[in-house]
């Protein structure tokens, strides 16, 4: 367990589960590749991209990626939140709520992104998680229970409402050859 140490700022979010795999990402690092670094970053750019736009943030701000299965998440200020995987649309989220993202519904991954953007220390131009290096993100490592992240001033955002944002829901064929 994590030791629990208060963020710098007053708004924060505590992680109650971290879910499967939740790392905090954003457009990695493209630029160090001839150094060892790999470039990383969401693998899903496009929901990342989307969910900052929903919530008021620059398009590469960091997000939450989820993988499976999502966190369970505390919020310690009024935001407004966005979460993208086949589909989305920006919610409010007032201090001291809890939301529970750990079913996705369309996909194995989404982004969360929360209005202000996450906070966590740059490395290398970047807030991405590298695991195989151990760095960037949150200390380098998907999230734990106990973990906390702060996150910016909030923006502001398009009015949610009965709308949303996503692909659509046409299934996709794939054809593999094989020789038996």
């Not at 589960?17 to 939740?22: C, D, I, V």
């Amino acid at each position: 367990i994590s030791p629990i140490v208060e963020p710098m700022g007053p708004r924060w979010i505590e992680v109650i589960q971290p879910g499967a795999l939740t790392l905090v990402q954003d457009l990695g690092r493209p630029d160090y590749e001839s150094s060892g670094v790999s470039p990383g970053g969401a693998v899903d750019r496009q929901a990342m991209r989307t969910a900052n736009l929903l919530v008021g943030n620059d398009e590469g701000a960091a997000v939450l990626e989820i993988c499976m299965t999502g966190p369970v998440l505390k919020f310690h200020a009024n935001t407004n939140v966005a979460l993208v995987g086949s589909t989305g649309r920006p919610q409010r989220v007032s201090a001291g709520e809890t939301l529970d993202f750990s079913k996705l519904t369309n996909g194995v991954r989404a982004c969360l992104a929360v209005s202000g953007g996450l906070r966590v220390p740059t490395v290398l131009g970047s807030m991405a998680t590298d695991m195989r290096a151990g760095f960037g993100g949150h200390d380098g490592r998907p999230l734990r229970a106990g973990d906390r992240l702060e996150f910016g001033e909030p923006r502001p955002t398009p009015q949610p409402g009965d709308w949303h944002v996503g692909r659509t829901d046409h299934a996709f064929r794939i054809e593999l050859r094989y020789l038996p």
